[in-house]
């Protein structure tokens, strides 16, 4: 059995053209076999099974594979390949890894027979649990597909991991990409909302994996408990939601194909920018090229962007943006901070004492205390920063001017226009920290406006002093007008009054005195010049 397994050997190491070679030398020039056999240096054995068989190619194959140094490990390659396949596409191991870890464990065998035993491994593997799947197909505004991706880029010169939210029409294939610092529930608002006001309107489902920020719970079969605030946020579009089944990507792969060429296209090689608005804005431009010159993948007659305007009548009309906050509460410091992930932001001096809640949405932070906003700032996305609104410190200021030069609030602190001239020139007076602090105080009651205008006022007679500017903003203060009062019936005229003074110069003379008389006809005419 040797000498078979032998022979099948050298047969399958033959060329085709060594083949060849055989067979013209027999066939055509008429040699005999132990002359083939001098000429090309092969044995007889194969010479004849090369005549006999007829065949012009042979392929050998062993039955089994000698493995003198993987055997005794197969065991811990195995383990070590299935554990590699379990992890995420990025956490995965090379080959060269997977050796360096089986040598760690006592391996004293090549990297060639382990890349050998690996690949024919994944071989096997891939045969034994390959899937097949149904094309999907989708009416025109039947269903969108959302998804999350994370990427590496350079924002204001720090290289940073970034979320990416990939929305897709299903029928057009349309998508729309957007770049977030997290993954949280108020981005998942914001990035529906940018793509619903940049497709002009919403579809009748939407398609998710079961994502955190929208599942809470997941049943049996396609039954999911969502979340409160995501379901409100469906409920304003009027979408339905639809969750995937675990680990079935394939039933959003429109979507997931998407974060695979948004990747090549978009983000290879690594993009830099000064911010996210920038990025963002240059990410919008970069859909809507790519879907104007690229053909729809089924429809090869137009371009994605045609299909998309095709599909667009199609879509529910866009309702206006979703209040999309992720509330929580809050207590205030003393020193009129509240803390909200990892950072602090300040809140009118009026708020201290008493609890409030954070609004945070995805680019801002709105703190509300009895229904009334007492704080509202740009969302920071740091760690241990300290984000100051110094209006919030001026009725401190009042009862503790001297906080004015070297409190944190006030560091750096440019105040507009003439209020800033004026703070300028009080700087070199005794005091003008006090000075300075009753203008601050008079823009708290009058406004920044007219205090600004009395400022300017001041400055152009030539003074700057807080007096004169507090009597400017005093004489520019319009008294209320007077209410209007209804005359009462009652009270009317039965005669409009007729201005003539001669009457009361005939009443003068005729005052009633001794000597005098008044004449009746003088009395009544008086009567009717007052009305009565």
């Known amino acids: 059995m040797s000498g078979f397994r032998n022979m099948g050997a050298e047969i399958g190491m033959l060329v085709v053209e060594t083949i060849a070679k055989i067979r013209r030398a027999y066939f055509a020039q008429g040699l005999g076999i132990k002359a083939i056999c001098r ?11 090369v005549i006999r068989s007829g065949a012009s190619e042979f392929h050998y194959e062993r039955e089994a594979q000698p493995l003198p140094k993987i055997g005794p490990w197969r065991a811990a390659l195995d383990g070590l390949l299935e554990g590699n396949a379990g992890k995420a596409a990025r956490e995965r191991l090379t080959l060269i890894r997977l050796y360096e870890e089986l040598k760690e464990l006592g391996y004293a065998g090549g990297y060639d027979a382990v890349r050998r035993y690996a690949r024919r491994w994944l071989k096997e593997r891939g045969r034994a649990t390959a899937d097949a799947f149904v094309p999907l197909s989708f009416a025109p505004g039947e269903a969108f597909q959302f998804d999350w991706s994370h990427e590496i880029v350079v924002i204001a010169g720090a290289t940073t991991t970034i979320k990416v939210a990939h929305v897709r029409l299903c029928h057009s294939r349309m998508f729309f990409v957007r770049a ?33 920020t929208a599942v809470d719970a997941v049943f049996a079969g396609k039954e999911r408990k969502f979340n409160r605030r995501f379901s409100q946020m469906c409920g304003h579009y009027l979408f339905e939601p639809t969750a995937c089944t675990p680990a079935a990507g394939w039933e959003k792969g429109q979507v997931e194909n998407q974060v695979g060429l948004a990747r090549e296209r978009f983000f290879t090689p690594r993009l830099k920018f000064k911010s996210f608005d920038d990025m963002n804005a240059w990410l919008l431009d970069k859909c809507v090229a790519y879907a104007r010159v690229h053909p729809h993948p089924e429809d090869k007659s137009r371009t994605v962007w045609e299909a998309f305007e095709a599909e667009r009548p199609s879509l529910a009309p866009h309702r206006g943006p979703f209040d ?18 990892t950072n602090k932001y300040s809140v009118s001096a009026g708020a201290v004492g008493r609890p409030v809640e954070i609004f945070a949405y995805a680019d801002r932070i709105i703190i509300k205390q009895d229904g009334e906003i007492v704080g509202e700032h740009r969302r920071r996305f740091g760690r241990g920063q300290t984000i100051y609104n110094p209006w919030h410190y001026v009725p401190v200021l009042v009862r503790k001017p001297g906080a004015m030069r070297n409190g944190a609030p006030f560091k750096d602190w440019t105040l507009p226009g003439a209020l800033g001239r004026v703070q300028a020139k009080l700087a070199g007076v005794g005091d003008g920290d006090r000075q300075m602090v009753d203008l601050l105080a008079a823009v708290l009651s009058d406004g920044l406006v007219a205090v600004e205008a009395a ?50 110069d005939a009443l003068r003379r005729n005052d009633g005195t001794p000597g005098h008389s008044r004449p009746d006809g003088d009395a009544e005419a008086l009567r009717h010049a007052v009305g009565f």
């Open 455 to 504: 400022c300017a006022e001041a400055l152009l007679a030539g003074a700057f002093s807080s007096d004169v500017v507090l009597n400017i903003l005093t004489r520019q203060r319009q008294p209320e007008p007077p209410r209007n009062i209804m005359t009462p019936d009652a009270l009317r005229l039965r005669a409009p009054p007729i201005a003539d003074c001669s009457l009361y």
């Open 324 to 341: 999309g906050f992720h509330a929580m509460p809050a207590s205030v410091s003393k020193t009129c901070l509240v803390r909200f992930d």
């Open 180 to 212: 977030y610092p997290r993954e949280t529930q108020e981005m998942v608002f914001d990035a529906h909302e940018k793509a619903f006001a940049f497709f002009r309107g919403t579809c009748r489902r939407g398609i998710y994996d079961n994502m955190r």
């Open 39 to 49: 000429e090309l240096g092969v044995s007889r054995k194969v010479v004849r099974k």
